[in-house]
């Protein structure tokens, strides 16, 4: 590590290529706003997933219909996440966690009246949660580009761990048993409680510091003299042609997209495994599956430890691995006991994998091309996600099992061609900015 140097107040956030120093004690006032209206977003996303489901199944029996509810939900995300992150890097990223979360609140609102006065039907419900995800490829860009804006760079896996550990807390521990119990009390309850939330983040977002507009403010009111005429459809190609031309995040995408694909496919018919399987009754399964959050938040609490002590390389390709070897166990020992350290282990080790992936790519991306770049990874990185959970139920057909060896096992053998490249990582403070290639 470079020798210390003096920091800045805690509420004047380092450019992201500012010389390094120690890591602070805190991370100063910007990000608490930032990690606040997170949680307060992550509540009402949560109340969000747990409600449609549940509305859905009082407005229909059609298991397909009830089903459709989980593929809308992710639809937006291969349709909107590059257009959306051409967006952010066009405007003041402030405004725009500011109108996704005011756009979301209107329609927590809607939802909300259509029920109070019997209007909801299922395709409402649909238009709705398909809105939702739109507006949601928006915010969670926004929010992903705005915090290398404001913590230096040695503070991103810490920055990036404390929001992956607030999404889990909120989503898995609130959320969850809040909107079923109030749910049964009065649905308009928690309907009600989602749309403050997201009241409450959008209004946050304007207390941001100007830094978190994004550094393309600057680069365009340096390029203003040039032409206006820069594509929104060339834009749409700038994520894709960065990546593409780094020597880390181009290997680096191609090893996540493989890894998002035999994962979903391992834990694809986690339910019936659970239930049939490991034969835990029904009424516990959402206890039983507390213990995979609860891992996620122990991985996103010493992942930054873990990065200071060994590197951000080493931990990545060790977690890499460890993950898919944990379901690889489960299968081949299908016991409550393997399967709760098992799931634990692999949801803590996909949480460190998350908090370092991000933080390379916030280091290693010009903040005037964070959204575009980030549309793009999560646009192919989740469109294949659905394919892995298509490949997970027709191994499911043979066994229950078969899922976790097969697709477990095929996610060791990515993890072990990738290991090297994977150690070698530098950490985030280490990576220098690469500049977009020209055609």
């Excluded at 031309?245 to 680096?252: E, I, K, V």
Aim: proline share 8%; aromatic share 8%.
């Amino acid at each position: 590590m470079p020798p210390a140097l003096p920091l800045p107040p805690d509420d004047t956030p380092t450019p992201p290529g500012s010389p390094d120093g120690p890591a602070r004690r805190g991370l100063g006032r910007s990000f608490t706003n930032v990690f606040t209206a997170n949680i307060s977003s992550s509540l009402a996303d949560g109340i969000a997933r747990v409600a449609a489901p549940l509305l859905a199944a009082r407005l229909t029996d059609d298991p397909l219909l009830v089903a459709g509810i989980a593929a809308v939900a992710m639809l937006p995300w291969l349709f909107f996440a590059i257009p959306s992150g051409v967006l952010l890097d066009r405007i003041d990223r402030r405004h725009a966690m500011a109108i996704a979360n005011g756009a979301r609140t209107l329609l927590a609102a809607l939802l909300l009246t259509l029920f109070a006065t019997g209007t909801l039907t299922i395709w409402w419900l649909y238009v709705v949660i398909f809105a939702y995800g739109a507006l949601e490829t928006l915010y969670d860009g926004a929010i992903r580009a705005v915090v290398p804006a404001i913590v230096r760079r040695p503070d991103l896996p810490r920055a990036n761990s404390r929001i992956e550990a607030g999404e889990l807390v909120v989503q898995n521990f609130l959320a969850v048993p809040l909107t079923s119990a109030l749910f049964a009390v009065a649905v308009v309850i928690p309907l009600g409680i989602g749309a403050l939330s997201y009241a409450v983040a959008g209004v946050l977002a304007f207390f941001l510091p100007a830094a978190a507009a994004g550094a393309h403010r600057a680069h365009q009111a340096h390029h203003a003299l040039a032409p206006v005429r820069t594509t929104f459809a060339r834009q749409l190609t700038d994520g894709f042609r960065f990546i593409m031309s780094h020597p880390m995040l181009r290997p680096l995408w191609f090893l996540s997209i493989l890894i998002a694909l035999f994962f979903a496919a391992a834990i694809a018919t986690d339910v019936l495994f659970v239930l049939e399987r490991l034969d835990v009754p029904e009424q516990w399964f959402g206890v039983f599956m507390l213990s995979g959050a609860v891992g996620g938040i122990v991985g996103a609490v010493v992942v930054s430890p873990l990065k200071v002590r060994f590197g951000a390389g080493p931990v990545m390709a060790a977690a890499n691995f460890v993950g898919p070897v944990a379901l690889v166990v489960m299968g081949f020992f299908p016991t409550v006991p393997v399967a709760v350290v098992c799931l634990a282990v692999s949801f803590g080790s996909t949480s460190v994998w998350n908090v370092l992936v991000m933080s390379l790519r916030q280091a290693a991306i010009p903040g005037h091309l964070l959204g575009r770049v980030h549309g793009t990874w999560r646009t192919l990185l989740w469109g294949t996600m659905p394919l892995g959970s298509l490949l997970g139920g027709l191994l499911a057909r043979i066994d229950l099992t078969t899922p976790l060896l097969v697709a477990g096992g095929l996610t060791v053998a990515v993890a072990a061609v990738g290991y090297r490249f994977l150690h070698g990582l530098p950490n985030p403070e280490d990576v220098a900015e690469h500049a977009l290639p020209t055609r």
